[in-house]
């Protein structure tokens, strides 16, 4: 009997201790100090009901600037596991000074995926970019829904409305999930939620961040949707020659069902793009799964698959570091905006306040982020 | 129908849960008991919705 009840308290020790770090993590507030153009800050619950006090009725930050203009949706946190993205719609929600149109801002689009780690995959449970003031701290995440928000998973999952078949997992993944169902999956329901912004609020481009492995061939690039495509080509030129690196251009492919940047366009009068920069972490022959690897992007695994020709993007010891794939972000946008605005002046998004890739990539992205312990509690928002 | 799914898989973990309890109290060897217990780790976390 005593042996039973001391392997019952082993066990109960080793449940409290996992139990308190999946605890922790899951419910890391993490504090935004918006910036001087937010003008209101909406739910995502406010554009379809039956999401509202779910994990993803998620903030959505409003920029307006003095003049009226075109508008502009960025879309961070579509996977949380690839952390440039929201740290560059970060940026923006903390930076930005709007002159013309408005920029709605969403951090964590999928809020669920947010709160949990790949399972098995030995991911940190947090990451924490450096700043004068200390260090923010931000929950990893994964890719897919959190299976505490949306269970079982389906045998086969069913793309909505084209019935195309897709992985069984993809049904947690926002980016399979588009354009929505209204009566669907929390992650379906949320994909309707954001389709229904983009359609109220005359969304004019919506641009999704994401980070890919190297391994994958859709990397670097800008995916862009027919109605995008020389807006992409226009961007991908202009980058490449002024602001020090180098982005392709994807067309969106028709076959390929549930993706932003195919789903948007085709079900809103939205251009809808696709943004993807390296991320070694994420790539499958990578070594110790660790917050260095995430934020230096450094791998000597991944550097020699690269060696052998198994990679779609040049890696060497200097790794990428998550200042130069934020940077990358940035700059993308800011170009975008621009030719935007040129070539469509009544629909023009001007702004000032951001930081193109040189910046970030000398002065850190700790640099753009706001000290929390500055500002008046009631002003501050969590994700 | 989704929502009804989720309660009955909830109820199977539930199920299971119970089922490794009782073995682990049934059973006499040391080995088999750590076992039950390690296995039960996973359902708990999941039944207190913590994993």
Known sequence: ?383 | MYAIVTVLYYLLTAYVAVLLVANFLKDREWQKEILYIIVLIPFVLRLLRLK
């Open chain 1, 1 to 383: 009997m005593n042996r039973k009840i001391a392997i019952a308290a082993l066990g109960t020790a080793l449940a409290l201790f996992a139990g308190l770090s999946f605890y922790r993590s899951r419910h890391l507030r993490e504090p935004l100090v918006p910036g001087p153009s937010v003008s209101r800050v909406a739910r995502l619950g406010d554009y379809f009901g039956p999401l509202r006090g779910s994990v993803n009725d998620v903030n959505v930050y409003v920029l307006e600037g003095k003049e009226p203009g075109g508008t502009i949706l960025l879309l961070g946190g579509t996977h949380p596991e690839e952390p440039a993205g929201r740290l560059a719609a970060w940026i923006f929600a903390e930076n930005a000074e709007m002159a013309k149109g408005r920029i709605f801002v969403i951090l964590t689009a999928n809020r669920s995926a947010s709160t949990v780690t790949r399972l098995g995959g030995a991911y940190p449970p947090d990451f924490t970019i450096p700043t004068a003031w200390g260090g923010q701290k931000f929950r990893m995440g994964d890719r897919w829904s959190n299976p505490l928000d949306q269970w079982p998973d389906p045998e086969v999952y069913l793309h909505y409305p084209t019935r195309q078949e897709l992985a069984y997992v993809d049904i947690r993944n926002l980016n399979r999930a588009f354009p929505g169902r209204p009566n669907g999956t929390l992650t379906e329901k949320t994909c309707y939620a954001i389709t229904e912004l983009i359609r109220r609020e005359k969304v004019d481009i919506a641009i999704d961040f994401h980070e890919a492995e190297l391994q994958y061939p859709v990397i670097s690039t800008i995916v862009a949707h027919p109605k995008g495509a020389d807006l992409a080509a226009a961007a991908s030129m202009f980058i490449s020659s002024v602001e020090g690196f180098a982005i392709g251009v994807e067309n969106s492919p028709k076959a390929l069902r549930g993706l932003s940047h195919r789903e948007i366009g085709d079900a809103t009068d939205a251009i809808s793009l696709l943004l993807e920069a390296p991320e070694p972490f994420l790539d499958a022959t990578r070594g110790r799964t660790n917050r260095e690897l995430l934020l230096d992007g450094k791998d000597e695994f991944v550097v020699r698959a690269g060696k052998r020709g198994l990679l779609f993007e040049k890696i060497d010891e200097k790794g990428w570091p998550i200042d130069i794939r934020v940077g990358r972000h940035t700059s993308t946008i800011l170009q975008i905006l621009e030719i935007w605005s040129g070539d469509n002046p009544a629909k023009a998004v001007v702004l000032s306040g951001i930081p193109r890739y040189g910046d970030v990539v000398q002065n850190g992205t700790g640099a753009y982020l706001k000290d929390p312990k500055t500002v008046d509690l009631a002003k501050l928002f969590y994700e």
